[in-house]
T-cell receptor, first 112, second 114 residues
Framework: DAKTTQPTSMDCAEGRAANLPCNHSTISGNEYVYWYRQIHSQGPQYIIHGLKNNETNEMASLIITEDRKSSTLILPHATLRDTAVYYCIVLSPPNSGYALNFGKGTSLLVTP | DTEVTQTPKHLVMGMTNKKSLKCEQHMGHRAMYWYKQKAKKPPELMFVYSYEKLSINESVPSRFSPECPNSSLLNLHLHALQPEDSALYLC?????????????FGAGSRLTVL
């Protein structure tokens, strides 16, 4: 599975958009980009995933570049409850055993 | 039911004890996972079960013994653990699909080995 690179930490003011980048320059054609987050002392929570097209759900938007070598997770109106570690993971379908391997992630701090 | 339930939430055990962690889901998922997470580190994959069969073992020491008695239950049997095994143990489940695969995680069992 492709390796990902994320900034170690980011800050965002409450109410503003949080834009979390992820580099996955070695991604292959059948690999999905997943985003999860982990709020302190809780289990990881799925946010969104995509293959080629941009995606949006009730939590966030995922923007994938045309060459698929990077992506950005957008939390449109960050709240204090969005303070968490955000993990970008690239994974190919089942022949890799369905297993998410977490990198170090980005620690997002939302401030009042 | 859209949850993965892990019990106990907290467990303290001695190095000679035998204990088990339990994980349960009723979402019809046929893949189940154990992860280990040390403080300030990302979760590390330990085991994956697919259709109740062990499909991935990430070279985990034999003092950790997984068991999947049916499609809803996943156990992790613990024996002769070391203090460095103290961690948050996370269970997850997912559907088995040929496309995207989304994991649902439990809240974890926090293990302390004395």
């Amino acid at each position: 599975d492709a390796k990902t690179t994320q900034p170690t930490s980011m800050d965002c003011a409450e109410g503003r958009a949080a834009n979390l980048p992820c580099n996955h320059s070695t991604i292959s054609g059948n690999e999905y980009v997943y985003w999860y987050r982990q709020i302190h002392s809780q289990g990881p929570q799925y946010i969104i995933h995509g293959l080629k097209n941009n995606e949006t759900n009730e939590m966030a938007s995922l923007i994938i570049t045309e060459d698929r070598k990077s992506s950005t997770l957008i939390l449109p109106h960050a709240t204090l409850r969005d303070t968490a570690v955000y993990y970008c993971i690239v994974l190919s379908p089942p022949n890799s055993g369905y297993a998410l391997n977490f990198g170090k992630g980005t620690s997002l701090l939302v401030t009042p | 039911d859209t949850e993965v339930t892990q019990t106990p939430k907290h467990l303290v055990m001695g190095m000679t004890n035998k204990k088990s962690l339990k994980c349960e889901q009723h979402m019809g998922h046929r893949a189940m996972y154990w992860y280990k997470q040390k403080a300030k580190k990302p979760p590390e994959l330990m085991f994956v079960y697919s259709y109740e069969k062990l499909s991935i073992n990430e070279s985990v020491p034999s003092r950790f013994s997984p068991e999947c008695p049916n499609s809803s239950l996943l156990n992790l049997h613990l024996h002769a653990l070391q203090p460095e095994d103290s961690a948050l143990y996370l269970c997850a489940s997912s559907q088995v699909s040929s496309g995207a695969n989304v994991l649902t995680f439990g809240a974890g069992s926090r293990l302390t080995v004395l």
